[in-house]
């Protein structure tokens, strides 16, 4: 992350994640967080080499329709993303952070 207010809107406000605990070493030093959705857990760090922009990652997760619609909800002037049914029997919800970095969750159909 690059911006620490940025991260905090999207992932804590619009994502509706809880921050577990945040570390520096020093007050003007990068900050270092992890943040929790139910059973999911992301760290995410403002120290230099410690990812690439543009990673991608794929969350199971229960519901979808409901974590949709409540993104939806927000009416965000950002990120108002869709349901995208995939050829592999899933349906998929894609956001894309501040950061370039995107997280792709799904839920497998159970019909």
């Not at 992932?11 to 605990?21: C, E, I, M, R, S």
């Not at 945040?22 to 270092?32: K, N, S």
Request: charged residues 25%; proline residues 5%; aromatic residues 12%.
């Amino acid at each position: 992350m690059f911006d620490e207010t940025k991260a905090r809107e999207f992932y804590l406000d619009y994502l509706g994640f809880t921050l577990a605990w945040e570390h520096r070493f020093e007050p003007d030093l990068p900050l270092y967080m992890e943040v929790t959705l139910d059973a999911l857990t992301i760290h995410l760090s403002e120290h230099h080499g410690d990812c690439t922009p543009g990673a991608a990652i794929r969350v199971e997760l229960a519901d979808i329709e409901s974590f949709h619609a409540q993104l939806l909800a927000q009416k965000s002037k950002y990120s108002r993303p869709g349901i995208h049914k995939t050829p592999w029997d899933t349906r998929e919800v894609t956001v894309i952070d501040p950061f370039g970095n995107r997280i792709i969750f799904f839920e497998r159909n159970v019909s």
